[in-house]
């Protein structure tokens, strides 16, 4: 059965960092396409970064390039965002998803975690 776990989410202080892991289960990362998005509450869901399934491919949205950094640990079936310079528009839930389509941006995915929230607040 295939399961994503996120983490790492939190309360930080705008000019910061937060890494957000999400552990699959079910599945090798060497299988799908790996994405992160985001939503706030009222706005349409965000993609945030992707990874192909070969890692040798990555897309980021405009707002996040030169901050966020995507990768993954195939031995930890794991895929990070490493998010720096946070800004309060970073706040949002975040969720991974795995089958992502990537066609210049992450379009969606067929499986999701229940997502991890990130407030960015002083």
């Known amino acids: 059965q295939l399961q994503l776990v996120e983490s790492g989410g939190g309360l930080v202080q705008p000019g910061g960092s937060l890494r957000l892991s999400c552990v699959a289960s079910?599945?090798?990362?060497?299988?799908?396409?790996m994405g992160w998005f985001r939503q706030v509450p009222g706005k349409e869901r965000e993609g945030v970064s992707c990874?192909?399934?070969?890692?040798?491919?990555?897309i980021y949205a405009d707002s996040v390039k030169g901050r966020f950094t995507i990768s993954r640990d195939v031995a930890k079936n794991t895929v990070y965002l490493q998010m720096d310079s946070l800004k309060p528009e970073d706040t949002a839930v975040y969720y991974c998803?795995?089958?992502?389509?990537?066609?210049?941006?992450?379009?969606?995915?067929?499986?999701w975690g229940k997502g991890t929230l990130v407030t960015v607040s002083s």
């Open positions: 079910g599945f090798s990362l060497n299988t799908y396409n």
């Open positions: 998803a795995a089958n992502v389509l990537m066609l210049g941006s992450c379009l969606g995915g067929g499986a």
């Open positions: 990874v192909s399934s070969s890692g040798r491919g990555t």
